[in-house]
């Protein structure tokens, strides 16, 4: 079973953090997800269960999945350390479904807060009386790739076992953009390093899966973080916005979750 978790933070929209599925079963988040009626639905990274040249006719839940998941809201995808080995043809049979692919880059979504005018229209749109709509609000939503899958698409990627740090030039001018930045960046170990001083409203991590064991209300162990890693699971203040984690929908890994159940995460 998948839990849905809420954290109110003052965001402009409805939005459904989703992570790690591992083309594991989605149904519950599905339900979830018509029950919570997100605005918007950002997938922060590892959509693929392993980390090989697989299609997706073996991985079988992807597709129907991200299906699923434009036929509830707008949806915005970014990569996780699984999908280092995705290829290009795997990434336009995503976009085909209407997802948005962010790979180091931004996109701007405009987005109406009156459900009674639009739930997501032009500039200056017209309402249904003829009224001009009032009540915009402006998105931008950026992905940003790991260190991992940049490597991988070098040529000589095989010669150096060590994944390089993510690409961040291109960040400075999504900090300068007026509306809410988020940012969608799969490994949380990330945040301290590289974005925590970012003018950054709200960065979406997975990766982590809750720290597989949860004692006490910790996790036990992370990849990137070791043992009793910090950063598994809620949210997390920066110097000027906010690391909220999702504990995943699914599980990687051969070692079974304990006291962490899946979730679906809703910000509002």
Known sequence: MIQTTHYKL???????????????PWEDALRS???EKPDVICIAGDLLRDDYHSSFE??????????????????????????????????????????????????EWTYCTDRNDCSACPKD??????????RQTRLLIGGLTPGVVTKQRKPDWRSDPTPP????????EFEKQDGCRI??????EYYPTYLADRNIDLVFSGHAHGGQWRLFGRGLIAPGQ????????GVHPGAHGKLVISRGMGNGTWIPRINNPCEVVIIT
């Open 10 to 24: 003052n965001t402009p929209c409805r939005i459904a953090l989703l992570t790690d599925m591992h083309d594991q």
């Open 33 to 35: 997800l018509e029950t």
């Open 58 to 107: 073996e991985e079988v839940n992807i597709l129907p999945f991200l299906r699923a998941c434009v036929s509830q809201a707008p949806t915005f995808f970014s990569f996780g350390n699984h999908e280092w080995c995705m290829t290009p043809e795997q990434i336009e049979q995503i976009k085909d479904l209407g997802v948005i692919v962010l790979d180091n880059e931004w996109t």
């Open 125 to 134: 749109a017209p309402r249904s009386d003829g009224a001009p709509c009032s």
């Open 165 to 172: 740090d993510p690409k961040l030039e291109w960040l400075a």
């Open 183 to 188: 940012l969608l960046c799969h490994h949380p």
């Open 226 to 233: 070791g043992l009793f890693p910090r950063l598994t699971s």
